[in-house]
């Protein structure tokens, strides 16, 4: 039994030298494989996608830098878009809304060789234009006057600011001179497809408090429009919302409404990046339906330490008033320096402090001298600012409304008041109704324009004649 044991022991010899090198070297080969398999491969992988995200992150850091200069690009065509669009939403009614287009239609229609009595109106319906679904309304007008009358009613039509389409025409002769029949108008509609407000028509109303009479106006009560309710364009002093003039008996000044603060977007322009705020509409107003509401957080640390609010480049004065007034109304005290800025023909800024501070709460006119230079002139009032003193902060907000410019009364020899002309270059198409209606907006001024150009009737605007018209 012991001889079994011990002829089953296992002998293990010990390594030779050459085998402990192997073993050694096939070990390092192991750790060599494994580390590069589990480690190193891994790790590589890891350091090219870094490399490729480095890259793909200095394309992205440059492509924000060429944004970035391109900033005032964007911001000009996104105001020229801005502006496109604005332009567009004036051609269409925003609500299908029938007093307003009633009241459109009665100032439009209103030559006097053709009578019409009645409007009658279908109900709105839808019409597909491409992907939208346009709303849209039909007005059936029957009329009957002179053809000629006729054929001015379809052009004023076809001028109207609201587009309004003449779908159908129907023509009888009712006699020698007269004509009758019927037309067919189409009102379209931007209802639910574009966010508009829809008191588009302004009817400027005086609330009666005379005895024995319900429409008389108040005592003081001023009237800015000149007959006809004429609004000038930016050709005939540069008024960009309802405006006209007046006689002011206090210092003998004729009064032109520049701008009324009655539409609803502006631009916010800060000089720096401590420059914070706002503007829009406020229904807090001096006059018309809307003021401008400014908000501003300021911490003056800048160079400049402004808040700029674009006016646009509609508001032209041709030569010089002896001022210009802005209501504000202040909620609270401030160091701040309200002022305008005018732009000449040369693309020159001229900057001309209102008022230096806030020192009033409420409502105040804020008057400033224009520049007097008359070679400056024709100067447009892009920019009123607000600037606060360097190293200071403040916070607050007031409300602007009420541009308007005073201009002397024009007296002859005989000490006859006398008005205040513009100059109009006739373009192709022109005829002395449409231009009544292009700068006044109403017809009722074609026989005056006529009589001041020694025109006659039945004779042709040859393109390129200056003709002179009543400022209003």
């Given at each position: 039994?012991n001889?079994?044991?011990?002829?089953?022991?296992?002998?293990?010899?010990?390594?030779?030298?050459?085998?402990?090198?192997?073993l050694t070297?096939?070990?390092?080969?192991l750790?060599?494989?494994?580390s590069?398999?589990?480690?190193?491969?891994?790790?590589?992988?890891?350091?090219?996608?870094?490399?490729t995200?480095?890259?793909?992150?200095?394309?992205?850091?440059?492509?924000?830098?060429?944004t970035?200069?391109?900033?005032?690009?964007?911001?000009?065509?996104?105001e020229?878009l801005?502006?496109?669009?604005?332009?567009?939403?004036?051609?269409?009614?925003?609500?299908?809304?029938?007093?307003?287009?009633?009241?459109?239609?009665?100032?439009?229609?209103?030559?006097?060789k053709?009578?019409?009595?009645?409007?009658?109106?279908?109900?709105?319906?839808?019409?597909?234009?491409?992907?939208?679904a346009?709303?849209n309304?039909?007005?059936s007008?029957?009329?009957?006057?002179?053809?000629?009358?006729?054929i001015e009613?379809?052009?004023a039509?076809?001028?109207s600011?609201?587009?309004?389409?003449v779908?159908?025409?129907?023509?009888?002769?009712?006699s020698?001179?007269?004509?009758?029949?019927?037309?067919?108008?189409?009102?379209?509609?931007?209802?639910?497809?574009?966010?508009?407000?829809?008191?588009?028509?302004f009817?400027?109303?005086?609330d009666?408090?005379?005895?024995?009479?319900?429409?008389?106006?108040?005592?003081?009560?001023?009237?800015?429009?000149?007959?006809?309710?004429?609004a000038g364009?930016a050709?005939?002093?540069?008024?960009?919302?309802?405006?006209?003039?007046a006689?002011?008996?206090r210092?003998?000044s004729?009064?032109?409404?520049?701008?009324?603060?009655?539409?609803?977007?502006?631009?916010?322009?800060?000089s720096?990046?401590?420059?914070?705020?706002?503007?829009?509409p406020?229904?807090?107003?001096?006059?018309?339906?809307?003021?401008?509401?400014?908000?501003?957080n300021?911490?003056?640390?800048?160079?400049?330490?402004?808040?700029?609010?674009?006016?646009?480049?509609?508001?032209?004065?041709?030569y010089?008033?002896d001022?210009?007034?802005?209501g504000?109304?202040?909620f609270?005290?401030?160091p701040?320096?309200?002022?305008?800025?005018?732009?000449?023909?040369?693309?020159?800024?001229?900057d001309?402090?209102?008022?230096?501070?806030?020192?009033w709460?409420?409502?105040?006119d804020?008057e400033?001298?224009?520049?007097?230079?008359?070679?400056?002139?024709?100067?447009?009032?892009?920019?009123?600012y607000?600037?606060?003193?360097?190293?200071?902060?403040?916070?607050?907000?007031?409300?602007?409304?009420?541009?308007?410019?005073?201009?002397?009364?024009?007296?002859?020899?005989?000490?006859?008041?006398?008005?205040i002309?513009?100059?109009?270059?006739?373009k192709?198409?022109d005829?002395?109704?449409?231009i009544s209606?292009?700068?006044?907006?109403?017809?009722?001024?074609?026989?005056?324009?006529m009589?001041n150009?020694?025109?006659?009737?039945?004779?042709?605007?040859?393109?390129?004649?200056?003709?002179?018209?009543?400022?209003?």
């Open positions: 039994m001889k079994k044991l011990k002829s089953s022991k296992i002998n293990i010899r010990p390594l030779t030298k050459s085998e402990k090198t192997l070297l096939l070990g390092i080969v750790v060599v494989y494994l590069n398999r589990f480690i190193l491969t891994p790790q590589a992988e890891k350091v090219s996608s870094l490399k995200e480095i890259v793909t992150l200095d394309n992205e850091i440059v492509d924000m830098n060429n970035i200069k391109k900033e005032d690009g964007i911001k000009k065509e996104w020229m801005h502006r496109e669009r604005n332009e567009i939403l004036k051609s269409y009614f925003p609500v299908l809304d029938q007093a307003q287009i009633i009241y459109l239609l009665n100032d439009l229609i209103a030559d006097d053709v009578d019409i009595n009645d409007f009658s109106f279908t109900n709105p319906n839808s019409e597909a234009m491409g992907e939208l346009v709303q309304m039909s007005i007008v029957p009329y009957s006057g002179s053809y000629d009358g006729t009613v379809v052009k039509l076809s001028s600011p609201r587009r309004i389409v779908d159908n025409l129907f023509m009888d002769r009712e020698d001179s007269n004509v009758t029949g019927s037309m067919s108008l189409k009102i379209y509609s931007l209802e639910g497809i574009a966010e508009t407000d829809p008191e588009v028509i009817v400027e109303t005086a009666g408090t005379r005895e024995g009479s319900l429409f008389a106006s108040y005592d003081g009560y001023s009237d800015f429009t000149a007959a006809g309710g004429a364009g050709y005939a002093g540069g008024s960009s919302g309802a405006g006209g003039t006689i002011n008996d210092d003998y004729k009064v032109y409404t520049l701008h009324d603060f009655e539409i609803r977007n502006y631009s916010f322009i800060q720096n990046e401590y420059i914070k705020g706002n503007v829009e406020s229904t807090i107003k001096k006059s018309g339906k809307y003021s401008l509401r400014f908000e501003y300021m911490l003056a640390i800048g160079q400049e330490n402004r808040a700029y609010i674009d006016l646009g480049s509609e508001i032209e004065l041709k010089p008033p001022s210009i007034s802005v504000v109304n202040a609270g005290y401030s701040g320096t309200i002022g305008f800025r005018f732009r000449t023909q040369d693309g020159e800024d001229i001309v402090v209102a008022s230096k501070g806030i020192s709460l409420g409502w105040s804020v400033v001298s224009p520049p007097q230079d008359l070679d400056l002139y024709p100067l447009k009032l892009t920019h009123i607000f600037e606060m003193p360097f190293n200071r902060d403040d916070i607050g907000v007031f409300l602007i409304d009420k541009l308007q410019a005073f201009y002397p009364v024009n007296q002859d020899s005989q000490g006859n008041n006398q008005p002309y513009d100059f109009y270059v006739v192709s198409g005829t002395v109704t449409d209606r292009q700068i006044y907006g109403t017809i009722s001024y074609k026989n005056e324009i009589k150009n020694s025109l006659t009737a039945g004779d042709i605007l040859p393109v390129g004649k200056v003709l002179v018209l009543v400022r209003r």
